[in-house]
Structure formats: C-alpha cells, structure tokens
Nanobody, 117 residues
C-alpha cells in the first residue's frame, strides 16, 4: 500500500510537502513517482526518483520548483513543492514500480492540493 499525506489549501507562492508512506513492498527496490490529475485533464507524471542511485526526473512544468526525495529507512517518498501556482491545483498521487519495470504497480489514493490566486 501507498498512503499520501500533506495536501491542502495554499496561496500562490506558498509551499507544501507531500509524503508517501509505503508498506508491504521492498521499498528500496522500487522507483517512486509522483503524478497529478486536474479536473478535466489527463494524469500527468511530474517526477520520479530511482531506487538505486536516487537519480531524479522532473516534468518541465515543475522543474526548479518541486523536489522529490526518498528515505528508505522510513519507506517514505516526499515531494517538496515551492512557488506553487494556481495551475498546480490537482489531486496528487504517488506510485511505485519495480526498478526494472516500465509500469507502475502500486498507487496511492491521492491527496488534494489546491492553490488559490
């Protein structure tokens, strides 16, 4: 299971940190990703972090503002979101995939992030 937390309502320019706690899987062997879906829009992959070398990838829409990290000792992935914009408003999901897989196998229930202007 993956359980997200940390969403909420914030003003534009503010910050939030999302957490994703994993259970029931060997966390250190899984690539962790963050996705979001706004109303009426397709789901967007915004960031991922490798299981071995902690290499990270960001979508252009969040590059320079969001930071993904992980703490394998706590089975937790994080998404630090700074300089938030109204267009960042969405339900944010964390997901996990086996390090050699292309598909995400585990998904959280999502946490709402709302950025007011």
């Amino acid at each position: 299971d993956l359980v997200e937390s940390g969403g909420g309502l914030v003003q534009a320019g503010g910050s939030l940190r999302l957490s994703c706690v994993a259970s029931g899987l060997p966390f250190k062997d899984y690539v962790m990703g963050w996705f979001r879906q706004a109303p009426g829009k397709e789901r967007e992959g915004i960031s991922s972090i490798n299981s071995d070398d902690d290499a990270t990838v960001y979508a252009d829409s969040v590059k320079g503002r969001f930071t993904i990290s992980r703490d394998n000792a706590k089975n937790t992935a994080y998404l630090q979101m700074n300089s938030l914009k109204p267009e960042d408003t969405a339900v944010y999901y964390c997901a996990a995939r086996w390090w050699s897989s292309y598909d995400y196998d585990y998904w959280g229930q999502g946490t709402q992030v709302t950025v007011s202007s």
